[in-house]
């Protein structure tokens, strides 16, 4: 009997210890982890640049809202080989269900909808877990802080944490604060420009407030968002108040359909009030894609081409 005692004994040094369970923030929740993840589905580009960031092609079973609305370029088309797209926009329960997944990865108006057919409670009887782009989180919870380059950092790093790739997504992460401190350095004292960011031409202009990662984008930039204090992420302002601020610097979303972002600004020219305007006047203005402008690892090169554009002294 004393022998059967020290063989269970052996037996219980030699196992390993059960590794704890990784606890992320989610919008305010808590959201836990057992096990990683082995079947992830993506939405978006920007956040599938997370993902492939991370390295994370051999875990993701799907991707959806990527051909839907945009042209992806060839590194994106190279980095995602042959994972499929189970839907072109929003998904449904049904196409997320179909391949099995463990997690989720989304966020409020990036696949889901409040009261929408799509969201963690619909998903979480199916054993899918839900991580939220946290810069989609103000649209459930308004006492959140205005945007930062953090949201970025933090989405992230909860990812190399959920995926077990905490180490990589470490060294991303501070990777990009270096950039960011480079082009900081390089801007150095120049004077802060006003920047307006338009999404297409429209009856009323669809811009970024400051809740937005643009916001703070253009300011690591060393600019300053005319729209800041639009109480939203993304909303409607009036050309009338964007034209009354003045801007110097325009920043033109390019879904590089037709002629693009040269469209959007050729719409500007012919705009009563905003042809009146500096930076319409001075042809000053930049077009960036949807990925660029949306949280995601291809927001660090495109703050380095807005500073360039509007601090060309500087470069």
């Not at 040269?262 to 000053?284: E, I, Y």
Request: glycine share 8%.
């Amino acid at each position: 009997m004393k022998s059967v005692f020290l063989s269970l004994a052996a037996l219980c040094i030699a196992l390993p210890a059960a590794a704890d369970p990784v606890i992320v923030d989610n919008c305010g929740d808590k959201l836990t982890f057992e096990t990683t993840p082995g079947r992830i589905v993506v939405h978006d580009m920007n956040m599938t640049d997370m993902a492939f960031a991370l390295g994370l092609q051999d875990r993701i079973v799907g991707l959806t809202g990527i051909t839907g609305w945009y042209k992806t370029s060839p590194d994106f088309d190279s980095l995602r080989g042959d994972i499929p797209e189970l839907a072109p926009k929003y998904p449904t329960v049904e196409n997320l269900v179909a391949v099995d997944p463990d997690l989720f990865f989304a966020g409020w108006y990036y696949g889901m909808k409040p009261g929408g057919d799509v969201t963690p409670d619909t998903l979480e009887p199916f054993g899918i877990k839900t991580l939220v782009l946290t810069e989609s989180c103000i649209h459930l919870d308004k006492n959140r802080p205005e945007a930062s380059m953090e949201l970025l950092f933090d989405d992230v790093l909860r990812l190399g944490r959920i995926m077990d790739v905490e180490e990589r997504a470490g060294k991303l992460v501070a990777d990009w604060r270096k950039e960011l401190s480079d082009i900081k350095a390089d801007v150095g004292d120049a004077d802060s420009k006003r920047v307006f960011l338009l999404d297409g031409p429209a009856d009323a202009p669809f811009t970024a407030g400051r809740f937005a990662i643009p916001d703070a984008m253009i300011a690591a930039a060393g600019g300053e968002n005319v729209t800041h204090d639009m109480d939203t992420s993304w909303g409607r302002s009036s050309w009338e108040a964007v034209a009354a601020a003045d801007p110097e610097f325009l920043i033109l979303l390019d879904y590089q359909t037709g002629n693009g972002a040269a469209d959007t600004f050729a719409f500007l020219q012919s705009h009563p009030v905003m042809s009146q305007t500096r930076a319409v006047k001075n042809g000053q203005w930049i077009g960036l894609r949807y990925e660029e402008l949306t949280p995601g690892p291809a927001n660090i090169s495109a703050i380095r081409k807005i500073a360039e554009a509007m601090h060309p002294e500087r470069f």
